[in-house]
């Protein structure tokens, strides 16, 4: 199964040059990294990516990520996917740019 992480431009670049990333701000406050399922993903751009340009949409299989991946209750008692680790970048299964088109995020056909 895929899951989704919504990077800032900096973020992505500091993943791609270190070869890990222990997540945005918020990651880093809460001790794992947020990350989303495909239904869940544009809600998430709307919630806490409003009006944001130059992001990067981040595709992890949750195969890779064993035990360290939980998932926990968040947002309406949904369940989304926490990560207890450092993101690596060879955990990616690939990235795109998440662009903002008439202050809407454009999701790749078939995830939206």
Same mark, same amino acid.
């Given at each position: 199964? #895929?899951?989704?992480?919504?990077?800032? %431009? /900096?973020?992505?670049?500091?993943?791609? +040059?270190?070869?890990? &990333?222990? !997540?945005?701000?918020?990651?880093?406050?809460?001790?794992?990294?947020?990350?989303?399922?495909?239904?869940?993903?544009?809600?998430?751009?709307?919630?806490?990516?409003?009006?944001?340009?130059? #992001?990067?949409?981040?595709?992890?299989? %949750? /195969?890779?990520?064993?035990?360290?991946? +939980?998932?926990?209750? &968040?947002? !309406?008692?949904?369940?989304?996917?926490?990560?207890?680790?450092?993101?690596?970048?060879?955990?990616?299964?690939?990235?795109?740019?998440?662009?903002?088109?008439?202050?809407?995020?454009?999701?790749?056909?078939?995830?939206?």
């Amino acid at each position: 199964m #895929l899951i989704y992480k919504i990077f800032r %431009t /900096d973020e992505w670049q500091e993943l791609r +040059k270190a070869g890990t &990333s222990h !997540g945005a701000p918020v990651d880093l406050a809460d001790g794992y990294i947020h990350f989303s399922t495909a239904e869940q993903a544009p809600d998430t751009a709307a919630k806490h990516f409003a009006g944001q340009d130059a #992001l990067m949409l981040v595709t992890v299989d %949750t /195969d890779r990520l064993g035990d360290a991946l +939980k998932w926990e209750p &968040s947002r !309406g008692g949904a369940l989304f996917p926490h990560l207890y680790r450092a993101l690596r970048l060879e955990d990616v299964h690939w990235a795109q740019p998440l662009p903002l088109v008439d202050g809407a995020h454009q999701f790749p056909a078939g995830l939206s």
